[in-house]
């Protein structure tokens, strides 16, 4: 594995580990942060288990429908530390041909009173990789990642 596949981001947030992940595992929270506003998420299935489904949509302003956004598979989770998942699987390990391959490793790491969030997210090629970044994903998770602490930071 060499960098030219993986897109890493981190941000300190003032709120503790627990904090975090209930922004993470409860879906009504998730929906509030997981997409950049003002586009509308729509948690459909989160089941935070290996094996467990993934799947989110989003909705931008004045569409009728949500369209697709993501649809994976959780390969880890363990409470308060780290979330794992794949868009390669869905729910129940199934094989899936997602419009882009990745694997998102999530890390929770209890910091100076906060909680250092860290996202490294794994390609299947440098291709991919760049794709990803011209996207805006530093723009797109770094905006996210904000939302999610202006959620978390708010309730303290």
Known sequence: MTNDTTLSISRLIAAPP????????????LAKWW???????????????PGGGFVTRMREDGAADFQ??????FLEAIPEKKLVF???LTEG???AEPWLALT???????????TL??????HKTPED????????????????????AELVEQRG
């Open 18 to 29: 627990s904090a975090v992940w209930n922004a993470w595992s409860v879906p009504e929270n």
């Open 35 to 49: 997409i950049p506003a003002p586009i509308e998420c729509q948690v459909v299935t989160l089941d935070l288990r």
């Open 68 to 73: 697709p956004h993501v649809d994976g598979c």
């Open 86 to 88: 794949t868009t390669v």
């Open 93 to 95: 390990w199934q094989p």
């Open 104 to 114: 998102a490793i999530l890390t929770f790491e209890a910091q100076d009173g906060g």
């Open 117 to 122: 969030y860290s996202a490294r997210v794994l």
């Open 129 to 148: 990789s760049a794709k990803h970044d011209e996207m805006g994903f530093y723009e797109g998770w770094g905006t996210a990642i904000g939302q999610l």
